[in-house]
């Protein structure tokens, strides 16, 4: 049986990514595109990447600071996307380390790499933490029970053991003990550096949308 907490990172597993045609396994050739049709594009790859566990960006790598300084990096599910907001999305434990270091600088950096694509995107967001308001309600009440079980564990996320624990039980539908502990993260950002490696010359841009014109600037790699 599959542990709860796997459920809860790939719970989209069952949709059928490999018959979507919007990524192909090859290089991303950024000389295709104008600043806006790439937004488009990487707007497109956001969305298909909440809703299917096989995109090389349903998971991303979120980087916080602690409050004595140091960089921390862990995995997490990408669960929203918002172009128009410009906003990307995970869920989260309030008791756990990269809460509190959203306390104390509410900065984080987003990070995707996929070696198969040979591409990296970065963003540098601003972070709001939903709790118990009605962006985290609509976002538990969207929730899979699989997901919900790792939110009624009775050890905070990082609390040390004596062994492994066992799998969390997986809750009734009516069961909502998870919530108090259950937060959307939601990642404001206006910027993307995108980097394509290709053997005949890297292509690296800093798309903005900061402004109603969505621009971009090529940088070197
Ligand atoms: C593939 C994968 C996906 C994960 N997704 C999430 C997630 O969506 N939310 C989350 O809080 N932790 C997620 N985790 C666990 C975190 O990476 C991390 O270990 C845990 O949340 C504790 O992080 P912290 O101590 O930095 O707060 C995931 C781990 C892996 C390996």
Not at 57 to 64: E, K, L, N
């Amino acid at each position: 049986m599959q542990h709860p907490a796997a459920a809860e990172y790939t719970y989209a597993s069952h949709v059928c990514y490999e018959k979507s045609s919007i990524v192909k396994n090859s290089a991303w050739d950024l000389s295709q595109y104008n600043a806006l049709s790439f937004w488009d594009f990487c707007s497109l790859q956001f969305h298909e990447a909440i809703v299917s566990a096989k995109h090389p960006f349903h998971i991303a790598t979120v980087s916080t600071i602690s409050s004595n300084g140091d960089p921390r990096s862990r995995s997490v599910v990408l669960r929203h996307f918002d172009s128009n907001t410009h906003e990307i999305a995970f869920h989260t434990d309030i008791r756990s380390p990269k809460l509190k270091d959203l306390r104390n600088c509410r900065t984080a950096c987003l990070h995707w790499y996929n070696p198969a694509l040979r591409v990296q995107i970065r963003l540098i967001a601003s972070a709001t933490a939903h709790h118990q308001d009605s962006r985290a309600e609509q976002a538990w009440h969207a929730s899979r029970t699989t997901s919900r079980a790792c939110y009624g564990t009775p050890s905070p996320p990082g609390t040390t053991m004596t062994q492994f624990p066992a799998a969390p039980t997986i809750p009734d539908l009516d069961d909502h003990s998870g919530y108090a502990h259950f937060v959307v993260v939601v990642c404001h950002f206006e910027e993307l550096d995108v980097l394509a490696l290709h053997a005949s010359g890297h292509q690296r841009v800093l798309l903005s949308l900061k402004h109603d014109k969505v621009s971009w600037s090529i940088i070197a790699p």
